[in-house]
């Protein structure tokens, strides 16, 4: 609220007006410190709009100001008044005739009248901020899920200078609460029991700390309002059976399958009807697609009984002796995932679910999920984000403690990141593994990580299934209406150890004591409806009996099943994508030339180099004369290559997107994607997406400084459609360590695992050029490790494009931009889906060598495994194979030594799948004594070398070894000393030339 005129200067703040009218009002008038600020405001307000429906003190006081009374002039005491306004609007309260003249002298009664208005507004706040660290959300009552036990200050009656004889004094409400009701004031005591009722109970809220007052408003008002958590007997009989059927279906698996590892949902059964209860709203308000990630515990209740997985399939996991028909090499039950499109009966409408499979690394699945979120949006034009949402499951010592999980929620709300808001479900058993929670986390509540994107959080007591159900609710309306996070905090128990066989009272044995006391919360819910008349007894056993013969039928057809198929699990199926035979087996048909037409090439080096339409800096000017000179001599450099495939795929209806730290003007200022307005702030321009009217969108965008969190996203965002190139670069290649379960879990395994295909594609830039240890090395020899091929095959009568079909990603290090174009290009025509990793140069960037002719991506032209020597070889000595920045190095220093004749150079464009064939036809051009060399810039103990030895060896002659030129090992990926790096690099040189 805002002064307007008068001492209340306009637009100023009016405690801060008031201190200038007053020049010390803290001092003349104590009523008035700083906390009490915006009970004035109001106040003031209210006067300003109707002046009777302030206390006649207030009157009295707001108008001598503005009369120009001085310092503790302006304030007259009043009678006691049997009701206290608080804030007058809401009702106009009969003002008492005082004499200002009599009272100003003494106005010790009316400081005190407003003191404690202001301290039950005080207390009013002290429960909305600080409620839920005294609430009952412990279903074993034995600790405190924010780990302190104490009560808050603040929340005592002393704290406000309260006595017994307030308990029963009226007070005006605020208009901003509405636990009120239809009543505008409460006495002390009842407003005190219902604060404890509303913040205090089964359900903590925190939410004061969301910067919006709005959205403060909109939780307030579904926190506190009578009657909201209120349900029908309809819907507790369906809570109940939801129950019913989380309970069972865990108690059906320890039946049959007792010694089985199955990370069962023991203590927190009310998951299934939360997340069912989420996903009825959420459907209600428009949702049609949810995507789900969730660790490993109740995993296998949450594919039964959220998203309908066929029990007998199910089961079948359970059979040790059953292999899957199909490729791959699986994973366990409760990391699989699956797709299900369904009728929800209870909105009669049609939703999709999709669990994506994950890895038991904790939380990694959280940025694949947001990915894949946002692809399904892209590709149904769901722009407002209303359509498909995200749930994410998290255990309590993971979500506290895994740093991706504050990359993934900062991604929450960037342009190119957010996906309207994700539900998040913290499944807080009150320990990790056997780790105490005073031991695995710093924080009061291990959701605290969720107050850094404003998101509401609300704590529940999971043994109190009505509650659970009401911050469903909220949370569900809240992700439709605001378009943000959400996060809810289970707070259960588990019934069991870390697994079915653990044993968890090695190390909690007090709380494991009370667990085996505590009944489950079926049995809770179950009296509780008994008891209020809601169902009967033999409701009940109707329920029980009913799912109990829907297990034991699908057990029935388990026991039939004789195959077994990975297909069955997948989480993003490609309808219509593979070419498959009569037993829809995939058909394998060769990769057509990936050139275009050269009218296409002159459109986009045209556009690539024009002039923008926005006034850019000087060095972009002469960085677009330089292309477009390239443009008309038919040449591309890096820039220009990378661009002609990203375009050539756009106008091709291919959509293209661009992500990393950096990529829209390119680490090493090369590339200049997205160019700037010098004069107008967040104006640019996109030269790529304006190649025409019909081409696809092209999505380049600068990421948080994150490699886990954006790479994980990147990855679901391929998953989700075929026909999308995505593209993750880092800034230098070193980083990508940062995110190397991604890499590990599920770019170079996912398809072997859970029969997942991508054709994300990781651009790393790599080379030793004197820049330290950490700007050199993107580790090429751990990508290299984790290859699926053998070493000791040779691959003779294996079709290129079989090896590409059978390998689990594609290694390349490049050296020309025609090689770049075309490995990108392959991407979309490949009649399948491979992950590929790029090696890509830094100093080759601007390389006058590293140039290509348009000639080499005109129609019939392709990717180039390996690039051969094209002189003539009969005088050839020697011949070093070498891939990447080494072979400029390499070329260059043989011109200046003039050995062309005696020793040649072929590069290994693509490391995996190594092309045996190609290098077997080059290795027979060369005399019988040639020399066979590796040269490679990395250390010995790095790069390819490990890799390409025994590959190469097997085409030389028996008994030849092929000679290594290069670094010796080393445990630092480079030096960072410039005298050494040179040293080194010279040493090299002579190696290779050496006859």
Request: proline share 5%.
């Amino acid at each position: 609220m805002y002064a307007v005129r008068g001492k209340l200067l306009g637009r100023i703040p009016v405690h801060h007006a008031l201190r200038s009218a007053l020049k010390s009002s803290a001092a003349a008038e104590p009523f008035l410190n700083g906390s009490s600020s915006t009970y004035v405001e109001e106040m003031y307000e209210s006067w300003r709009q109707d002046p009777s429906s302030v206390h006649k003190s207030w009157q009295i006081f707001f108008s001598r100001t503005e009369g120009g009374a001085g310092p503790g002039e302006a304030h007259v005491s009043a009678p006691n008044m049997p009701v206290y306004p608080m804030f007058a609007p809401s009702a106009a309260i009969p003002a008492t005739e005082a004499s200002a003249g009599d009272d100003i002298q003494s106005s010790r009664a009316g400081q005190s009248m407003i003191l404690k208005h202001h301290n039950f507004q005080r207390l009013l706040r002290s429960y909305q901020s600080s409620g839920h660290h005294i609430a009952k959300l412990d279903p074993l009552g034995i600790g405190s899920a924010d780990l302190d036990s104490t009560v808050p200050e603040i929340l005592t009656l002393e704290h406000y200078n309260f006595t017994k004889q307030d308990m029963d004094q009226y007070f005006q409400l605020p208009k901003h609460t509405y636990f009120g009701g239809d009543e505008k004031e409460l006495t002390l005591r009842e407003t005190i029991n219902r604060l404890e009722r509303i913040y205090c109970g089964s359900i903590g809220t925190e939410f004061m700390h969301i910067h919006d007052p709005t959205a403060r408003e909109y939780i307030r008002k579904w926190i506190e309002k009578p009657g909201i958590r209120n349900m029908t007997s309809e819907e507790k009989r369906i809570l109940l059976a939801r129950l019913v059927r989380s309970t069972r279906f865990e108690e059906y698996l320890a039946k049959k399958w007792p010694s089985e590892k199955r990370f069962g949902l023991e203590g927190c059964e009310v998951l299934i009807p939360a997340m069912k209860q989420i996903i009825d709203i959420a459907n209600s308000r428009g949702v049609e697609n949810f995507v789900i990630g969730m660790p490993h515990r109740g995993r296998l209740n949450v594919l039964a009984n959220v998203c309908r997985k066929e029990l007998e399939k199910l089961f079948n996991q359970f059979n040790p002796d059953m292999a899957p028909e199909d490729e791959g090499s699986g994973d366990v039950k409760y990391h699989l995932g699956m797709y299900h499109r369904r009728i929800n009966h209870l909105t009669n409408k049609e939703v999709t679910l999709s669990v994506v499979a994950n890895p038991s690394h904790l939380e990694a699945v959280n940025p694949v999920v947001c990915g894949k979120v946002r692809a399904t949006q892209f590709f149904t034009g769901d722009e407002a984000r209303q359509k498909t949402m995200a749930i994410l499951l998290h255990g309590d010592a993971a979500y506290s403690g895994q740093g991706v999980v504050y990359e993934t929620m900062h991604l929450s709300d960037l342009p190119s990141y957010t996906t309207g808001g994700t539900i998040h479900i913290v499944v807080n058993n009150q320990v990790g593994f056997t780790t105490d929670p005073r031991f695995s986390r710093s924080s009061p509540y291990c959701t605290d990580v969720a107050k850094v994107v404003n998101a509401p959080i609300l704590h529940v007591n999971a043994d109190d299934p009505e509650a659970v159900m009401h911050v469903c609710n909220v949370a569900a309306n809240w992700r439709a209406d605001w378009g943000k996070d959400v996060v809810i905090d289970l707070v259960c128990y588990r019934r069991n150890g870390h697994n079915e066989a653990d044993e968890p009272s090695f190390t909690q044995p007090l709380m494991y004591k009370r667990i085996r006391e505590t009944p489950n919360v079926l049995n809770k819910y179950s009296a509780q409806l008994l008891a209020e008349g809601t169902v009967s007894q033999a409701d009940i056993d109707e329920e029980l009996a009913s799912f109990d013969k829907i297990l034991n039928d699908a057990y029935q057809k388990s026991t039939a099943i004789t195959k077994m198929k990975l297909t069955d699990w997948l989480d993003s199926p490609w309808n219509d994508f593979f070419e498959c035979d009569a037993n829809k087996v995939p058909i394998l048909r060769a990769t057509p030339p990936t050139g275009t037409n050269d009218s296409v090439l002159k459109i986009i080096a045209e556009t690539f180099s024009a002039d923008p339409p926005i006034k850019v800096h000087p060095g972009i000017k002469r960085i677009l004369k330089g292309r477009k000179k390239m443009a008309e001599a038919r040449q591309a450099d890096w820039a220009l290559g990378e661009a002609l495939a990203f375009g050539s795929l756009l106008m091709e209806g291919y959509h293209v997107r661009l992500s990393g730290q950096d990529v829209e003007r390119g680490t090493f200022s090369h590339r200049h994607h997205v160019l700037h307005d010098q004069d107008v702030d967040g104006k640019v321009y996109n030269p790529l997406q304006n190649l025409s009217s019909s081409q696809q969108k092209y999505s380049v965008s600068n990421s948080s400084l994150s490699e886990f969190g954006v790479l994980g996203f990147e990855l679901g965002f391929s998953q989700h459609n075929p026909n999308s190139l995505v593209c993750w670069e880092a800034q230098f290649g070193d980083f990508f360590n940062t995110a190397q379960p991604i890499v590990d879990q599920f770019i170079s395994s996912g398809q072997d695992k859970w029969y997942r295909q991508s054709n994300l594609v990781m651009l790393l830039p790599h080379g030793m050029e004197g820049m330290g240890p950490e700007h050199s090395s993107a580790r090429m020899e751990r990508f290299l490790q984790m290859c699926n091929d053998d070493e000791d095959c040779k691959y003779e009568g294996v079709s290129s494009d079989q090896q590409l079909w059978d390998c689990n990603w594609q290694i390349m290090n490049v050296t020309t931009p025609a090689n770049m174009f075309h490995a990108l290009r392959r991407q979309m025509y490949m009649k399948f889906r491979k992950p590929l990793v790029i090696f890509t140069p830094k100093s080759l960037l601007r390389h006058p060598l590293a140039r290509s002719s348009f000639d080499e991506m005109i129609p019939g032209t392709s990717f180039k495994p390996i690039i051969p020597e094209s002189s003539d070889v009969t005088k050839t000595k020697k011949l070093i194979l070498c891939s990447g920045k080494a072979y400029y190095d390499l070329f260059e220093e043989r011109a200046q030594r003039g050995l062309e004749e005696e020793i040649a150079i072929t590069r290994i464009e693509q490391l995996h799948p190594f092309p045996h064939s190609l290098i077997e036809e080059e290795l027979r051009r060369y005399p019988q004594d040639t020399q066979v060399s590796w040269v490679q810039e990395e250390h010995k103990n790095a790069g390819a070398w490990s890799y390409v030895k025994p590959r190469v060896e097997n085409h030389l002659s028996s008994g030849t070894e092929l000679e290594y030129i290069g670094r010796g090992p080393a445990a630092s990926a480079a030096t960072g000393n410039k005298k050494i790096h040179k040293t080194e690099y010279k040493k090299l040189m002579d190696h290779s030339f050496a006859l």
